[in-house]
T-cell receptor
């Protein structure tokens, strides 16, 4: 079955620590990849997206992600987290020829001041 | 632009009752979709639409109906609510119907409790 895996369910970091959240998918075709963030009590917002080209994509608020096709991965990174990054992060995938978005189960990030 | 709007924000239903969750967007997006968000399960696609008059099932369609009579509106109907449908429901829309070349914009969500 097609799936999106986020292995880190809950991450706790201190401010200024570096962040890497894993995302793996199981689709064999060409994919479009997204990271969304959901701040407490708010709806999902796009952090960054990858469609083609440079596999290292930069998003808002200092986040970046690297697409590694051979590993079916799209990990999210930030060199120095802030308390305001406390949120839930979702990886999402859609096949280039498809109509359905598939989301991972999410990673809850808590940043301690 | 108001973006994607959803009503109501909160709803409590008794088992067996029916209701419609409303979703509207003012961005002229072709693609609209409904998700449910449950703890530890992420977002799961219920139904989606690639344009007015066209709908299709997602990952978890049972117990839900949709229709798309206009580009702007995409209501989700629960015909006979069950406790398993207690969840937070998000509506989303995007420009492109093929391959998700454009990101989805999400509404604020509806928190539904079925007792």
């Amino acid at each position: 079955a097609q799936s999106v895996s986020q292995h880190n369910h809950h991450v706790i970091l201190s401010e200024a620590a570096s962040l890497e959240l894993g995302c793996n998918y199981s689709y064999g075709g060409t994919v479009n990849l997204f990271w969304y963030v959901q701040y407490p009590g708010q709806h999902l917002q796009l952090l960054l997206k990858y469609f083609s080209g440079d596999p290292l994509v930069k998003g808002i608020k200092g986040f970046e992600a690297e697409f590694i096709k051979s590993k079916f991965s799209f990990n999210l990174r930030k060199p120095s987290v802030q308390w305001s990054d406390t949120a839930e992060y979702f990886c999402a995938v859609i096949l280039n020829t498809g109509n359905q978005f598939y989301f991972g189960t999410g990673t809850s990030l808590t940043v301690i001041p | 632009n108001a973006g994607v709007t959803q009503t109501p924000k909160f709803q409590v239903l008794k088992t067996g009752q029916s209701m419609t969750l409303q979703c509207a967007q003012d961005m002229n997006h072709e693609y609209m979709s409904w998700y449910r968000q449950d703890p530890g399960m992420g977002l799961r696609l219920i139904h989606y639409s690639v344009g007015a008059g066209i709908t299709d099932q997602g990952e978890v369609p049972n117990g839900y109906n949709v229709s798309r009579s206009t580009t702007e509106d995409f209501p989700l109907r629960l015909l006979s609510a069950a406790p398993s449908q207690t969840s937070v429901y998000f509506c989303a829309s995007s420009y492109s119907r093929l391959g998700g070349s454009y990101e989805q914009y999400f509404g604020p969500g509806t928190r539904l409790t079925v007792t």
